[in-house]
């Protein structure tokens, strides 16, 4: 069972979890939707876990080429049995500037992140930021989810100072209410470069 790895991980490497639950089909609807997301588009999902947004991300992209970040080796075996035709990578987020060519691909339109920004060192957040926004076009357009709940905590401001660090314009989506816990998303549009 997905929930059961899920909880698994969590135990066995929470630094690299930080969350209880894999997200809820309403989230990964404000996300996509969010960015806009189309068939055709080159796609990359950063921490896709047991696949909660790689499963939104293909319905609405049936046809893109899609590349999966998970480093937890029983989840990213998982994630490509069930998406037999989509790349997955067991590699870091951070790792995306080598993987392009391999992939046989030269830039990026959507990037969706999964990944829990607000545990991880502001040097380590801003080291995968700046690697992801080389990758993508000019045009492009990432998307991630936060917790209502965390933005209490300093690390919430900084992600979205960080965000708008790396990108021209910065904003939040409605909060998706029945996730758990409810969560919004960020959106980082116009990648800056240098
Ligand atoms: C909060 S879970 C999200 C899982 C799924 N996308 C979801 O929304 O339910 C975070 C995921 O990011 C992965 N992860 C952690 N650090 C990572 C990194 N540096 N690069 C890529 N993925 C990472 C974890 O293994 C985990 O599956």
Not at 92 to 108: I, K, N, R, Y
Not at 126 to 140: E, Q, R, S, T
Not at 161 to 189: C, I, M, Y
Request: glycine content about 10%; aromatic content about 8%; overall charge positive.
């Amino acid at each position: 069972m997905a929930i059961g790895m899920f909880w698994r991980d969590v135990w066995l490497r929470p630094k690299q979890m930080g969350a209880i639950a894999p997200s809820g089909a309403e989230l990964a609807q404000v996300m996509c939707e969010a960015v806009g997301l189309q068939d055709g588009h080159v796609i990359v999902e950063l921490g896709a876990g047991t696949g909660a947004l790689t499963k939104t991300i293909r319905a609405m992209a049936p046809t893109s080429p899609l590349l999966a970040f998970e480093p937890g080796a029983e989840m990213a075996k998982h994630l490509q049995e069930q998406f037999p035709d989509i790349r997955v990578s067991t590699r870091f987020a951070q790792d995306l500037p080598d993987e392009l060519g391999p992939w046989g691909q030269t830039a990026v339109d959507r990037v969706v992140s999964g990944l829990p920004w607000t545990i991880w060192p502001v040097a380590e957040q801003d080291h995968i930021l700046g690697n992801v926004v080389k990758c993508m076009k000019d045009d492009g357009k990432l998307v991630t989810f936060t917790y209502v709940h965390s933005q209490i905590l300093p690390g919430a401001r900084t992600l979205k100072t960080l965000l708008a660090r790396h990108f021209t314009s910065v904003r939040r989506t409605r909060v998706a209410w029945r996730n758990v816990p409810p969560a919004f998303a960020w959106v980082g549009e116009g990648p800056k470069r240098g």
